[in-house]
């Protein structure tokens, strides 16, 4: 699962941290800023990826980082600054979580507290409701049904 975050108000060095213990995998330019890949020292299948850092100073593959780290800052009020988590057990192969399941209990408890949630769930449209309302793309890339359920879950 791809979680975005928007600063409740946007800041010129808005400061990017490792989520976790890990060695960079890829550090990929994109048009905002780069992508960063960091496999967990606890268990390297699982990845994680920051989007929309300006790294500084640059990072490289195959260097170690640890949670809490200054990666370098939010591209910018642009985007939003995003992160994701993949299990990938083999080439071409895996599929996302959430990193909220990834969190300490410490730093969890501040988001809970932050937004009124309880539950590492609430912060989730879990698989099976997504499959249960799945979205059906044509063939020009428009999707032919978009659902019911939101793609966003917002919490102010």
């Known amino acids: 699962m791809k979680h975005h975050f928007r600063p409740r108000s946007y800041v010129a060095d808005l400061p990017i941290f490792a ?17 960063i890949e960091i ?8 990845r994680v990826t920051l989007f929309h850092v300006v790294t500084s100073p640059p990072l490289l593959a195959g260097q170690s980082v ?5 990666l370098g800052w939010h591209f910018g009020n ?3 600054s995003d992160v994701a988590v993949r299990y990938v057990p083999g080439e071409g192969e895996g599929y996302l979580l959430s990193i909220f399941d990834f969190m ?26 997504r499959v249960a309302d799945s979205l059906a793309p044509c063939p020009d890339g428009v999707l032919a049904r978009e659902g019911v359920l939101p793609n966003w879950a917002f919490h102010t």
Do not use: C, H, K, N
């Not at 640890?66 to 200054?70: D, K, R, S, T, Y």
């Not at 209990?105 to 409701?129: M, P």
């Open 66 to 70: 640890f949670a809490g780290e200054l």
């Open 104 to 129: 300490t209990d410490e730093l969890f408890a501040r988001y809970a507290a932050a937004f009124g949630l309880t539950q590492r769930s609430d912060f989730v449209i879990s698989f099976e409701a």
């Open 78 to 80: 642009d985007t939003y």
């Open 39 to 46: 496999a967990l020292s606890a268990d390297p299948l699982y």
């Open 19 to 35: 989520p976790v213990d890990g060695t960079v995998t890829a550090v990929r330019p994109e048009s905002m800023g780069d992508i």
